[in-house]
């Protein structure tokens, strides 16, 4: 099994910056793709982006292309999400994701462990 936890979440305004981290413990080593997706009430779970694990490689949503950055600690076990220039559609709960495949998924039912999501909020 695999456990993730975010962190960093938390109240910013337009145009500000956040960074989010998934820190992941036990067998980390089946993780070959990490993602994010963010959720706000009412809507689908929705991916914003993932890496692979080994590579480094990335993929991201055209909502926040340009504007967000993945990135990995390998010897840390953990992910991170750089936020800038946020807007106020940013708002949402910001969940992590690890993945067996090595193909990066954009959906969330192709992922196989997640953690419990850090809230942001982006006032206007």
């Known amino acids: 099994q695999v456990q993730l936890v975010e962190s960093g979440g938390g109240l910013v305004q337009t145009g500000g910056s956040l960074r989010l981290s998934c820190a992941a413990s036990?067998?980390?080593?089946?993780?070959?793709?990490a993602g994010w997706f963010r959720q706000t009430p009412g809507k689908e779970r929705e991916f914003v982006g993932a890496?692979?694990?080994?590579?480094?490689?990335?993929n991201y949503a055209d909502s926040v292309k340009g504007r967000f950055t993945i990135s990995r600690d390998n010897a840390k076990n953990t992910m991170y999400l750089q936020m800038n220039s946020l807007k106020p559609e940013d708002t949402a709960v910001y969940y992590c994701?690890?993945?067996?495949?090595?193909?990066?998924?954009?959906?969330?039912?192709?992922?196989?462990?997640w953690g419990q999501g850090t809230q942001v909020t982006v006032s206007s």
């Open positions: 890496i692979r694990w080994n590579s480094g490689g990335t």
């Open positions: 036990g067998r980390t080593f089946s993780i070959y793709v």
């Open positions: 994701a690890g993945r067996q495949g090595s193909r990066i998924a954009v959906r969330g039912n192709e992922y196989d462990y």
